[in-house]
């Protein structure tokens, strides 16, 4: 069965702060694994995007790395802000038809002053 | 000027009640997708359309019945709504391989 499972659950830090979340997935056949970041009140939008060949890739302060051995992966968020209080959220896609996406259950993060 | 966008944004209705959804997407996308996602914030798929046909429908109850009157549009219509259905359910579109666009999600309560 298909699974991402996303750590920590949820995650206080001060702001300016580093901090990195992590995603395991047994989806199968892998094709691709995405970040997205979901503002309370709003839906998700996407960060990063990694195939199986790339094992790291960045977006602004945000950070994506791929394991595609240990089938892992992280968001490494650096010097956060307010703004990156969201859940952010790890979703597999298995090759196939249909484009279909394993979602984990989000890793809720709150950045204070 | 908004990519995927819902209506209503709330929806507070009785149990046993039909009631409708409605998404519109303006960026041109094939693909069209409606997601619940529960009180715990899992997201889960429900039905994806390819250019009007159907591709994806996942284990959900025949009170659910999408609607595709052409690629730019989705609605979901739901017959005889029971306490269970309440959720935020959400609406995206894609490009072949591309991440999915959401829309900011239909806030369905149950009374």
């Known amino acids: 069965k298909n699974q991402v499972e996303q750590s920590p659950q949820s995650l206080i830090i001060l702001e300016g702060k580093n901090c990195t979340l992590q995603?395991?997935?047994?989806?199968?056949?892998?094709?691709?694994l995405r970040w997205y970041k979901q503002d309370t009140g709003r839906g998700p939008v996407s960060l990063t995007i990694?195939?199986?060949?790339?094992n790291t890739k960045s977006n602004g302060r945000y950070t994506a790395t791929l394991d595609a051995d240990t089938k892992q992966s992280s968001l490494h968020i650096t010097a956060s802000q307010l703004s990156d209080s969201a859940s952010y959220i790890c979703?597999?896609?298995?090759?196939?038809?249909?484009?279909?996406?394993?979602f984990g259950t989000g890793t809720q993060l709150k950045v204070e002053l | 000027d908004t990519a995927v966008s819902q209506t209503p944004k709330y929806l507070v209705t009785q149990m046993g009640n039909d009631k409708s959804i409605k998404c519109e997407q303006n960026?041109?996308?094939?693909?069209m997708y409606w997601y619940k996602q529960d009180s715990k914030k899992f997201l889960k798929i429900m039905f994806s359309?390819?250019?009007?046909?159907?591709?994806i429908n996942e284990t959900v109850p025949n009170r659910f019945s999408p609607k595709s009157p052409d690629k730019a549009h989705l609605n979901l219509h739901i017959n005889s709504l029971e306490l269970g259905d309440s959720a935020v359910y959400f609406c995206?579109?894609?490009?072949?391989?591309?991440?999915?666009?959401f829309g900011d999600g239909t806030r369905l309560s149950i009374l």
């Open positions: 995206a579109s894609s490009q072949a391989g591309q991440p999915q666009h």
């Open positions: 979703v597999v896609s298995a090759m196939g038809g249909g484009n279909k996406l394993t």
């Open positions: 990694m195939t199986f060949s790339e």
């Open positions: 359309y390819n250019n009007k046909e159907l591709i």
């Open positions: 995603c395991n997935y047994t989806v199968s056949p892998f094709s691709n």
């Open positions: 960026l041109g996308h094939d693909t």
